[in-house]
């Protein structure tokens, strides 16, 4: 079977899941991003931060999913998608 990650950056969060061919959801990982309001209607992110959850994220997926017996190859994960606001 063929599996698939894909990495969500919105305004507030990270989202990672793995699925698999069929579309199935194997597992989901999420992490907060830092968000900064220095002034009114102004808003800014760290791209560093940004970066670091989604590592975070893709770290956690592939060593649950991804050691052991009965795991998922790392070879059959076969695409990431990447997706930011």
């Known amino acids: 079977m063929k599996y698939?990650?894909?990495?969500?950056?919105?305004?507030?969060?990270?989202?990672?899941?793995?699925?698999?061919?069929?579309?199935?959801?194997?597992?989901?990982?999420s992490e907060l991003i830092k968000v900064y309001n220095f002034k009114a209607n102004f808003y800014e992110q760290s791209s560093d931060d940004i970066w670091n959850s989604t590592i975070k994220c893709l770290k956690q997926i592939l060593e649950k999913n991804c050691t052991g017996e009965k795991r998922i190859k790392v070879e059959d994960i076969v695409s990431i998608g990447f997706d930011a606001t």
């Not at 698939?4 to 199935?24: A, I, K, M, P, Y």
């Open 4 to 29: 698939f990650l894909g990495v969500d950056v919105g305004t507030s969060s990270v989202r990672v899941g793995l699925f698999d061919q069929n579309g199935e959801l194997i597992d989901f990982k």
